[in-house]
């Protein structure tokens, strides 16, 4: 099967999640590794028996299309994407009826997203765990962030009841940034917009996310803080609405 087949099958799948007599693979939301040791990323299933299904592995860089990691079959036969070698190692964890992929040396450059999806009855079945998030630490390449820089018009006289603001991380690398927006401590998630990660010409990355909170709540003495973590050098940053000067 084409890696383009492929792909088209993992979209129909993430709509077709769920069901009554379907697998249900759980997936972990985030694994971390320091470089050159073996990185485990589990995928049991919580229905289903996993010697029933075929299961596929893909991974996602930010700012890049899936790409077909392998398809490890029920009859134990291992078909490998092209940009993948045997570092890739898929198992099949009867005892915990999970499946499991190991990725043996594993690089800075192996950060990304990792879903398995389970496959039966010639794609009658197709299902999609939720992805975990793979950081690695420690590697030579490995850059924190060289700023953080958060804009709004939180300082602007206008009367109107929303305020904006822009968080902006720059120059890090891997590509794999964990950003949220919290209120009083608490995380919020409402009138944000997703921290959108983008590929720069020399390698690195940069990220923004977008908050809209009403003036009322701005001004009510609670601090409004744009938090970013990257695992993969350590680095946290807090930056606070109330010390931003506006733009």
Known sequence: M????????LLLALSIRGGSFQPVPAQPSQASFAEGA???LNCPLEKGKIQDY?????????????AWVLKHANDNRIDRGSQFD??????RDAGANAYV???QGVRTEDSAMYWCVAEGNYFSTFVSGSGTQLSIRGGASVKAPASVTLLSDVSQTSNAPTVHALCAVEQFYPGILEMKWSVAGKEITEGVTPGQVILNKDGSYSARSILNISRDLLNSGKPVKCIIRHESSGAEHKQSLEQCQGV
């Open 86 to 91: 045997t570092r890739f190692v898929p198992i």
């Open 2 to 9: 084409s890696s383009p087949t492929i792909l088209l099958c």
């Open 54 to 66: 075929h299961v596929f592995w893909f991974q996602q860089k930010p700012s890049a299309a899936p």
């Open 101 to 103: 992929l190991q990725i």
């Open 38 to 40: 073996t990185a485990i």
